[in-house]
Structure formats: structure tokens, C-alpha cells
């Protein structure tokens, strides 16, 4: 009786402008998440807040939403990785839980991000970057994971197409996602249509098309104990297997270009604790903040031999139908980035996944799904199993 | 009446917009300013650095020495920016790279008179001291 379950998710829609203060959104994924779990305030032992910061001007958000949630006085505070903040959450609610200090712990993840400009916004982010060293010249996190791309073509002959393929994808799923903030197809032509949006340059070799964008959300997960699980939940999701790694934040200092070692160190990670291999898994959710990450992606969990992930999205393998689903609910590139939140989500699909509940997007019968869930420029990396009984 | 004590702000000159002004490795700005690119060295263990630092995570120890950045290295990856963060504008298009010297890989721009075709992954070329329009320094790669 000491595994690990998530036993509730919640999200709001991901969108532009949201329409309230961050409290008001983190109450959104919060009361979904509490209503799934089919539980209530006071059954939740400590609170994770999970974001990037610099975008509010709240300093300590995990005191304000203590308070709006009613989650005082119960112990509260902030935990932060760039985009893959909430996954980090979900590592430290284990934590908490596995050590018997809490039994249900909440990890909150939030990002507002859409009250500040695009160019501000990637000022803000270059900073997650190396101030001291590399902001100074100018940089951004497109041109960092462009970089990445270039390397990644050289190398193995990936091309624009195949990158442009992956956000079709996307697109495919996107419209089906209701919480998504882009729901419209994208047509694999738009992207050698000089005049459509989506093939704007923004740093080469990427596009406007190859980029996620920045939207406003909330998600929320509640992680409990075997015998709280089992005591709440109908259908509790086990956590199997938890790995995450970090890497030299300054560009000088990685070995590679065509791939993440955090991820490929994550993943090793967490297919050892949950002792299985890539080919094992029947559903994953992957930080496609580019359409590059997701192709870097495939090769870094396993899923396919380094220079061959262009081969799995040209051979439509990671569609729902595919041998390994990968993104079905339409990725970052559909639903939006808003950091904090983004790992959250990513977790909520494969939650609903396993249990069968994830309506239009729903896999066949998928019994062990993998979460990976980058931030900055693969700084830190996690990557999460989850099965079902 | 006592005197203000003075700040060694050197780095706010570090390239087009610096988020640094205080650090221990100020004299990397001064020998730019001399037209070198410095890299520095742990002189208990040996331990390599760019970018320069002042203690060395090997040993813990906090004696460095500069050693100049000289000869070539080879392009293992660039981007050319066509949209740019708040500050660098006036700056586009820009491209940054990462060069490997052996010892030690950098991270910068590529010299901007060096046409888009000459740009191979792989190429060799060389680390230059750089002043911008405005005063600030930087340093850029050029062909080797
Ligand atoms: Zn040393």
C-alpha cells in the first residue's frame, strides 16, 4: 500500500486575454480537478504552485491562491522549472506523499501571459536563458530550439516538411480539444504559401507555423496515497515512474544539438523506476513547443532511432491510429503555452487517456502512458509514466 | 563627509542590452575592450572556462587565470533571428552560434557582413572582439 496515484485533473480552456485575475484562473483548473477527484478542500493536505516567473506582478502567488481556495492553513508554496513547472510539482507531490508527510497534495500550475507583447514576452523568456552570458546577444527561446533544428538537418537530412507535418498533426487534434486555443486544421501547403502566416519567418529555420504561442491557463492535479486513492477514486491513474535531469543553462556548455540530454536522462530515468521500455507505451504527451522538440522528442524517449523521428510523423505513426499516439489532444503547438500550466495539461490528456474518458481524442485502450515535459531549452527535463490498474 | 563608495559596473557594457552589471569577472570587458576574447582557467586543477568565471566547481577553488581565445574553431549550429526580443529591435537580423574551439565551445553572434550562403554548419572560423554603434562591446565570429 504505498504506490502513488493521481487521482483528479483539472484544466481551464487555454485562451487569449483571459478575462480575470490569476486567483479567478487558478480557481478554474482547481474546481475541475477537485470535482473529478470527487472531493473537497479540506480533504487536501498541502498545495504545490507551480508557474514561470516574471509575468505578474504578484510576487508568492501560492499565498494569494491559498487564501482564494481555501486551501489555508493547510502548508503552501511555490515551485518553479520554467515550462516544466507543474511536472516538477507532480515529482515533489510524490515526494511529499510517498515520504507519508501528506497523504493529497494539489499541484496548481498557472501562466497569464497575454497581458504583456509577443516581443516583451521573449524578452522574458530569453531570460530564463543565461543573463549574464547570452541574453546580451540577443536571444530568444525559438532561435535556441532553432538551433536545434539546424543541427538536427544537417545532421539527418530532417526537413521543413517534416517539421511542418508535425504541427498538421497538431491541428488534427487541436479541433477536436475543446480547451484548446487553436481549433482550426492547418494545411501542410500554408507553410510554402509566401503570403499565408503560418510560413513567416521567425528565426531560421523555424516558422511562425513551427512555433507554440503564448495563451492563459490553469491546470491542476491531486495526487494521494494507495489507500486515499482507493478510499476516493473509481479509477485511480499510479504514478510508475518519475524521471527529470537538468543540463548547463549556457549553449557553450551541451554536448549535443540533435537532441536533449535531459530528456534522453529523464526518460532513461523513469522507464527504469517503472521498469519498462519505449516500446511499452501506448499514449504520450511531449513538450512540442517547436515542431522540432516533438521529432527531437521521438528520438530522445525511444520511440525511434536518432535521425529517424521524421520517419514516424511522415509514416503518421504518432496519430491516434498510430502504432505510438503521440499528442492527440493537439500538443502545445494547438492548445497554447502557458508555461506553468502546460505539464499539467499534458498530464490531464494522459490521465483521461488511461481512463478511457478522453472523448474525441481517446486512444484504443491505452494502458501505460508517458508524460515529457521540457523546460528552457532542454534545462530541465522530466518525463512521467503513468498506468492504470 | 564620506565618499561614495564606488561600483564596479563594468559588464552593463556587455553586448547590446547587458542584464549584468556587477560580477567578479569584469575584466573579461576591459579586455574586449582591447580587442581580446578571454576565456579563463582554474589554476589549482586546470579546469577550462568560457564563459570566464570566478570559482571553479572542480576544486572550489577561486585563483583563474585569462587566457586569450585564438585560433579556429568549427560552426555546430546558428539561427538567423528575423524577429527580436524587446531592446534589439534596431539589431535585426541577427544571427547566433554556437562555435567549438576544443577546449571549449562558444556561444555568440556570427559577424554580420558574412553573407547568409558562406554560413555552413561545420565551417571553420575564428573569435573577434566587437564595439557596436553605441559604445557597447560584444564579440562575433568571423570566417577562419
Ligand atoms: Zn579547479
Known amino acids: 500500500m504505498d504506490r502513488v496515484a493521481i487521482i483528479g485533473v483539472g484544466q481551464s480552456a487555454f485562451v487569449r486575454g483571459y478575462p480575470g485575475s490569476i486567483r479567478e484562473l487558478a480557481f478554474e483548473g482547481f474546481k475541475e480537478a477537485l470535482e473529478d477527484a470527487k472531493i473537497s478542500v479540506s480533504d487536501i493536505g498541502a498545495s504545490i504552485v507551480c508557474s514561470a516567473p516574471e509575468y505578474d506582478k504578484q510576487r508568492s502567488p501560492s499565498g494569494v491562491f491559498a487564501e482564494y481556495l481555501g486551501l489555508t492553513p493547510q502548508p503552501t508554496f511555490y515551485l518553479e522549472s520554467l515550462c516544466s513547472s507543474t511536472s516538477m510539482g507532480l515529482r515533489m507531490a510524490y515526494s511529499l506523499v510517498k515520504s507519508g508527510l501528506h497523504d493529497v497534495v494539489a499541484v496548481l500550475g498557472f501562466q497569464k501571459m497575454s497581458e504583456?507583447?509577443?516581443?516583451?514576452?521573449?524578452?522574458?523568456?530569453?531570460?530564463?536563458?543565461?543573463?549574464?552570458?547570452?541574453?546580451?546577444?540577443?536571444?530568444?527561446m525559438p532561435a535556441y530550439y532553432a538551433m536545434f533544428a539546424k543541427a538536427h538537418m544537417e545532421k539527418y537530412g530532417t526537413t521543413l516538411e517534416d517539421m511542418a507535418l508535425v504541427r498538421v498533426k497538431s491541428a488534427t487534434y487541436g479541433q477536436v480539444n475543446e480547451k484548446a486555443l487553436f481549433r482550426k486544421p492547418v494545411a501542410l501547403e500554408s507553410f510554402s504559401d509566401p503570403e499565408h502566416f503560418m510560413s513567416g519567418p521567425v528565426s531560421s529555420p523555424l516558422r511562425v507555423g513551427d512555433c507554440c504561442a503564448n495563451a492563459d491557463g490553469s491546470s491542476c492535479l491531486i495526487v494521494a496515497s494507495e489507500e486515499k486513492a482507493r478510499s476516493f477514486s473509481q479509477k485511480p491513474v499510479w504514478i510508475l515512474g518519475l524521471g527529470a535531469a537538468s543540463a548547463s543553462v549556457n549553449m557553450s556548455g551541451r554536448d549535443i544539438f540533435t537532441g536533449l540530454a535531459v530528456a534522453r536522462q529523464a526518460g532513461e530515468q523513469a522507464y527504469k523506476m517503472a521498469g519498462i521500455e519505449p516500446k511499452d507505451v501506448d499514449v504520450a504527451e511531449v513538450h512540442d513547443c517547436f515542431t522540432i522538440s516533438e521529432i527531437l522528442a521521438y528520438e530522445d524517449l525511444g520511440f525511434a532511432e536518432p535521425g529517424e523521428g521524421k520517419d514516424l510523423i511522415k509514416g503518421k505513426e504518432t496519430y491516434r491510429e498510430?502504432?505510438?499516439?503521440?499528442?492527440?489532444?493537439?500538443?502545445?503547438?494547438?492548445?497554447?503555452?502557458?508555461?506553468?500550466?502546460?505539464?499539467?495539461?499534458?498530464?490531464?490528456?494522459?490521465?483521461?487517456?488511461?481512463?478511457?474518458?478522453?472523448?474525441?481524442?481517446?486512444?484504443?485502450?491505452?494502458?501505460?502512458?508517458?508524460?515529457?515535459?521540457?523546460?528552457?531549452?532542454?534545462?530541465?527535463?522530466?518525463?512521467?509514466?503513468?498506468?492504470?490498474? | 563627509m564620506s565618499k561614495k563608495k564606488e561600483i564596479d559596473d563594468r559588464f552593463k557594457r556587455f553586448g547590446t542590452v547587458s542584464f549584468t552589471s556587477v560580477t567578479k569577472v569584469n575584466?573579461?570587458?576591459?579586455?574586449?575592450?582591447q580587442g581580446k576574447v578571454m576565456g579563463n582557467r582554474c589554476v589549482e586543477c586546470g579546469?577550462?572556462?568560457?564563459?570566464?568565471?570566478?570559482?571553479?566547481?572542480?576544486?572550489?577553488?577561486?585563483?583563474?587565470?585569462?587566457?586569450?581565445?585564438?585560433?579556429?574553431g568549427k560552426l555546430v549550429t546558428y539561427s538567423k533571428l528575423k524577429f527580436a526580443p524587446v531592446g534589439f529591435e534596431d539589431d535585426l537580423p541577427y544571427s547566433i552560434a554556437v562555435v567549438d574551439f576544443g577546449d571549449c565551445k562558444i556561444f555568440g553572434r556570427i559577424a554580420s557582413d558574412i553573407p547568409d550562403e558562406d554560413v555552413q554548419i561545420g565551417m571553420a572560423m575564428k573569435t573577434a572582439a566587437n564595439k557596436l554603434p553605441s559604445g557597447q562591446l560584444n564579440y562575433v565570429f568571423t570566417k577562419a
Open chain 1, 116 to 140: 504583456i507583447s509577443s516581443a516583451e514576452s521573449q524578452e522574458r523568456m530569453g531570460r530564463g536563458a543565461d543573463i549574464q552570458w547570452e541574453s546580451p546577444f540577443g536571444t530568444m
Open chain 1, 322 to 389: 498510430g502504432s505510438i499516439p503521440v499528442n492527440v489532444d493537439g500538443g502545445l503547438l494547438s492548445k497554447g503555452h502557458p508555461i506553468g500550466a502546460t505539464g499539467g495539461s499534458q498530464i490531464r490528456t494522459i490521465v483521461l487517456e488511461l481512463r478511457g474518458e478522453a472523448g474525441e481524442m481517446q486512444v484504443k485502450d491505452p494502458k501505460i502512458g508517458l508524460v515529457h515535459n521540457i523546460g528552457g531549452v532542454g534545462l530541465y527535463g522530466t518525463v512521467s509514466i503513468l498506468g492504470r490498474e
Open chain 2, 27 to 33: 575584466d573579461f570587458i576591459d579586455q574586449l575592450d
Open chain 2, 47 to 72: 579546469m577550462v572556462f568560457f564563459p570566464p568565471r570566478a570559482d571553479c566547481y572542480k576544486c572550489l577553488a577561486s585563483n583563474m587565470e585569462w587566457f586569450e581565445i585564438k585560433g579556429t
